[in-house]
């Protein structure tokens, strides 16, 4: 059974140990069988992902060896062992304190106990130096981290119930007490755990990771508020030194697991905590510059800045008082169109524009001044179609347009992401979701599935109001940027050179969705269960004709 935990090593982690034990030649009908199966890939694409990646032929060959052909394996799985993940893994296990296992209820997460006693204790620990959190802070912490924990482990968990069904009957009453004693029986001791991530060793490298990005970013976060504290209280107006719950995950999670939290103080006041690298002065000056030239009219969101992340104003749906703010709404909502489409602003959908009072104000400003995509389109009519497309405000995400055609049947119904949308939408294909959750019965199954409204949309007596009858505000507003700009080129000019010069930016050069499809692919059962099928599904990411790969 531990041979299996060798399936956890990556191609050049294997071709590394085959090395070592004095193996240089890889089977060609392997590597033949490997090239032969379904990708996207191109040979050019698959020749340049080798050179890239593993240096030669021979290393990639030898790297998709077989485990049950390593000559050596108890030295593979010694070399696993002292991986700085699988010693964190062992670590969480042998600090267990089973005493609090009859306190314990049984439900999703039984599984991910040993990790959640582990972060439980890390941050009481950690908050009893900085003081900073409440009880109920921490819980909503482990219950993010459970959330995670379960999907990530959602798809291999079905299979294994359903595999060990087929080996042992479930007792119980009912489907759902039938899973407790799947959950009961499978994850009873900690040899039963490590018995599950042997299966699965891959699940359990990446469980492990993500634990540890988890308790690293939390503690940095926390430090981080505790030293910012007085001019966080100061900026935003908050009498509170506690806080006392957390959203997570608002936006995409980049660099090592960071991501966006709301932060919620024990007095209701709420901030947004950034961990991104800070080009946010830069651009406030900037929206004050264009504010005060253009009359733009952009809301400037209050910050406390840092060097590598920030605080902002948390903006909510706030209400329209009346039909002339509605009317100013939309002005301003044309003004951002025009101020997007000129300093090639992309990415502002549903999600990145919220509707605060008769302010439309970006949440979001990492994608200003994007650059060309660096792809390779070829030369054709349809090409030349493209590029103007990307060359015009539909790019911008702020007007009405379909995402994801080529996911539907008819390749030509979508799903309307722009910050104009204002209602329910049936997506027009069918999503892959969790059905019957937490019974003896759970499987995935290809769903409908409605996409719910944001906060985009202005309010008024708790009704939203729909741009449709005020396109004429939204086209003025647009035409005033558009003209005075034109006037004060020369001006906006020498201020992009003399303070911008040095601005960074978050290029999108490919839908943030195209990513986020890719990983759950990659969260197949099959990927948990060996490396190199996970290291397969992402290596369709290299079929993109980008003009530089690397």
């Known amino acids: 059974m531990e041979d299996n935990l060798i399936n956890v090593l990556s191609i050049n982690e ?19 069988a490997w090239k032969e199966r379904k990708s996207v890939l191109k040979q050019d694409d698959l020749d340049y ?16 060896t077989p485990i049950e052909n390593f000559p050596d394996k108890e030295v593979a799985i010694q070399y696993i062992k002292d991986q700085s993940w699988y010693i964190f893994f062992e670590s969480i296990l042998d600090s267990y304190n089973d005493s609090e296992e009859k306190l314990l209820e049984v ?14 204790l890390f941050l009481l620990d950690l908050n009893s130096e900085l003081n900073i959190c409440t009880k109920e802070f921490i819980i909503n912490l482990l219950e993010t981290l459970t959330q995670e924990l379960i999907h990530l482990t959602s798809k291999t968990l079905v299979l294994d119930l359903h595999t060990f069904k087929k080996n042992e009957p479930l007792k ?55 030293e910012d504290l007085p001019s966080i209280q100061n900026c935003f ?35 947004v905590y950034k961990p991104k690298i800070n080009s946010e002065n830069k651009l406030r000056d900037f929206f004050e510059f264009l504010n005060k030239e253009l009359e ?3 809301y400037i969101v209050k910050k406390v800045t840092r060097n590598t992340y920030f605080y902002e104003e948390y903006i909510d749906n706030i209400e329209i008082n009346n039909i002339e703010e509605v009317k100013k709404y939309y002005e301003r909502y044309g003004k951002l169109i025009g101020i997007a489409f000129l300093f090639n602003v992309t990415d502002l959908h549903y999600e990145n524009i919220i509707a605060h009072g008769e302010y439309p104000v970006i949440i979001d400003n990492e994608t200003f001044f994007q650059q060309n995509i660096p792809i390779e389109f070829g030369n054709s009519a349809t090409v030349d179609a493209k590029y103007k497309y990307l060359d015009s405000i539909m790019v911008t995400g702020l007007v009405p347009y379909l995402a994801m055609k080529d996911k539907s049947d008819s390749k030509d119904e979508g799903v309307n992401l722009s910050a ?101 692919f990659s969260y197949h059962p099959n990927c948990f269960s060996n490396a190199i099928e996970r290291e397969k599904v992402l290596h369709n990411m290299w079929a993109y004709p980008y003009k530089k790969k690397r």
């Not at 299966?199 to 939390?218: H, K, Q």
Request: charged share 25%.
């Open 107 to 120: 439900d999703a997460s039984y599984p991910f106990r040993y990790f959640l006693q582990y972060a439980r």
């Open 49 to 64: 992902l080798i050179k890239y990646k593993y240096e030669s032929l021979d290393n990639f060959g030898l790297g998709i």
């Open 172 to 226: 119980g009453n009912d489907s759902s007490k039938r899973f407790i004693y799947y959950l009961k029986k499978r994850f009873n001791s900690k040899k039963d755990i490590i018995a599950f991530y042997t299966c699965y060793p891959e699940l359990m490298r990446i469980t492990v990771v993500r634990m540890r990005y988890f308790l690293d970013n939390t503690k940095q976060m926390l430090i981080r508020v505790t």
């Open 420 to 520: 104009l949308n204002f209602k329910e939408q049936s997506v027009p294909f069918k999503i892959l979701k969790i059905k019957n959750t937490f019974t003896d019965e759970m499987r995935f199954e290809y769903q409908t599935h409605i996409m719910d409204t944001a906060k985009n949309t202005p309010i008024m007596n708790n009704e939203k109001i729909s741009f449709i009858s005020y396109e004429k505000y939204i086209v003025t507003g647009m035409k005033s940027i558009l003209m005075k700009a034109k006037d004060s080129k020369k001006k906006i000019l020498a201020y992009i050179n003399n303070n911008l010069q040095n601005l960074i930016v978050r290029n999108v050069i490919r839908p943030t969705q195209r990513y986020a499809d890719m990983l759950e």
């Open 237 to 271: 107006n908050i009498q509170s030194s506690e806080l006392n719950s957390i959203s997570e995950s608002q936006g995409d999670s980049h660099s090592r697991g960071k991501t966006v939290s709301t932060l919620t103080f024990s007095d209701g006041k709420k901030i």
């Open 296 to 298: 733009a009219d952009i």
């Open 14 to 32: 294997r071709c590394f140990l085959l090395k070592q034990s004095g193996k240089e030649k890889y089977d060609i009908k392997n590597l033949q």
